[in-house]
């Protein structure tokens, strides 16, 4: 599956990494309390963070004419120690659209993503870099892979 997914690399134009918060405030009705953020969370923050973000390049015609970026999205951290945070591969960007806007499209999207940190990279696609992302990745073991958002 590692090999199928570096096969792909050629629709990619963008590399985006995001931090996820390890912690967050929750307040109900029974107070306030902090809760740790564990991998059954991360599939919610990819999905409103490419929601975000398809909204940034696409405007109302993301939900209009359902228009969307292509993600192949990776989640990093979950049994090795590491914080957990997020590898997208981000395709299918408008021809239309300069690049060097896409960073400013990135930060504007995780400003609305409560669960993101402000840090992050964006950069753009170059050999390796799927390598680098499908690292964790075995042909029996795609756990990591967010597919019903690619």
Request: glycine share 6%; net charge positive; aromatic share 10%.
């Amino acid at each position: 599956m590692r090999y199928w997914l570096i096969g792909k690399k050629q629709e990619f134009q963008f590399a985006v990494t995001l931090t996820i918060k390890q912690t967050i405030t929750v307040k109900n009705d029974k107070g306030t309390y902090k809760h740790k953020l564990q991998r059954r969370d991360v599939d919610s923050i990819a999905e409103k963070f490419t929601h975000k973000l398809n909204e940034q390049v696409f405007g109302h015609s993301a939900k209009r004419h359902k228009r969307k970026l292509l993600y192949i999205p990776i989640v990093e951290g979950v049994n090795n120690g590491k914080n957990l945070h997020l590898h997208i591969a981000v395709g299918h960007y408008p021809k239309g659209r300069l690049p060097n806007q896409f960073p400013q499209l990135v930060q504007n999207a995780i400003a609305l993503v409560t669960e993101l940190d402000e840090q992050h990279r964006v950069d753009v696609m170059d050999s390796g870099w799927f390598e680098y992302i499908t690292k964790e990745l075995s042909a029996r073991d795609t756990d990591n892979v967010l597919w019903q958002l690619a």
